[in-house]
């Protein structure tokens, strides 16, 4: 079956994706040839975004955190608008993203579940007053405080070594035990618990898109594995499906 038509049948479509979904938006990712491993950092990305690194070097996660996280002026791709569309169809019923960039809601998909937190949201870990991404990047702080009790302000985001927030994991399985078709999309599966995710759907049709195939066959069956661009596949799937 083609992705249209495997589209045009399902009405109970879930989508998992990770950076990759936010690279043609101008957001690297982790692992691709232009991705945060790949820049002259004194860290790999995963240390600085760990919770042992924000304890110990706090300065230094907020440089990388708004050189690299808090990207200004992004804007949904044709990926996040699809996405969003499908859902205004009623064929897809939640978006599960690793990425932290709140680009799903931007492009208006409703149901989505964050697996690890936003940078649209940020916080005081002493009194929990909420700040917008704008407070710490413009701070003149190296790190961030409270206007109200001088505790630390720190983004919503899951880090290295964190629990996921409350309910979204089994928010994610739900949908994914639900589902009739699975996309996975933009991720290397590298990042557990997320990715272990993947294995509880059950449904009829598996889609992989990614730039660089996966280190690992996801199933047997996999209805399609495409290797390539997905701003290509969701310009096309846009015109196929009318989603205009
Ligand atoms: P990753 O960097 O490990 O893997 C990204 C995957 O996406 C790669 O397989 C790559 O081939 C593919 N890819 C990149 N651009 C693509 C494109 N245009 N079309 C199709 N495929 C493309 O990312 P990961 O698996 O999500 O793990 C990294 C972790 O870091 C996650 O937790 C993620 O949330 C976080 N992160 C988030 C952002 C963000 O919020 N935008 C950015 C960087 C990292």
């Excluded at 149901?111 to 690890?116: A, D, F, G, Y």
């Excluded at 007053?129 to 983004?155: L, M, N």
């Excluded at 949908?175 to 009829?204: C, Q, R």
């Amino acid at each position: 079956m083609t992705l249209q038509e495997i589209i045009d049948s399902s009405d109970n479509i879930v989508f998992f994706g990770g950076a990759g979904v936010s690279t043609e938006s101008g957001i690297p990712d982790f692992r691709s040839v232009d991705g945060l491993y790949n820049m002259k950092y004194d860290y790999p990305p995963e240390t600085i975004l760990s919770h042992t690194f924000f304890m110990n070097n706090t300065e230094e996660f907020y440089k990388f955190y708004r050189d690299k996280l808090i990207v200004k002026g992004v804007k949904p791709n044709k990926a996040h608008i699809a996405l969003a569309k499908l859902e205004e169809k009623g064929k897809l019923k939640a978006v599960i993203t690793q990425n932290i960039d709140g680009l799903h809601q931007l492009a208006g998909s409703k149901n989505v579940i964050e697996l690890h937190g936003a940078t649209t949201r940020n916080y005081c870990e002493k009194c929990r007053k909420k700040y917008p991404s704008d407070y710490i990047y413009e701070s003149k702080e190296a790190v961030p405080h409270c206007t109200v009790c001088g505790g630390i302000v720190r983004p919503d985001v899951t880090l290295y070594g964190e629990q996921l927030p409350a309910g979204a994991y089994e928010s994610a399985v739900k949908a994914i035990k639900e589902a009739d078709m699975f996309i996975v999309a933009g991720t290397s599966l590298k990042v557990y618990p997320a990715a272990g995710l993947v294995w509880d759907f059950k449904g009829n049709h598996l889609v992989v898109l990614n730039r660089e195939p996966l280190d690992f066959k996801l199933d047997a069956q996999n209805d399609i594995e495409y290797t390539g661009s997905m701003g290509d596949v969701f310009a096309k799937l846009d015109k196929m499906l009318h989603l205009g």
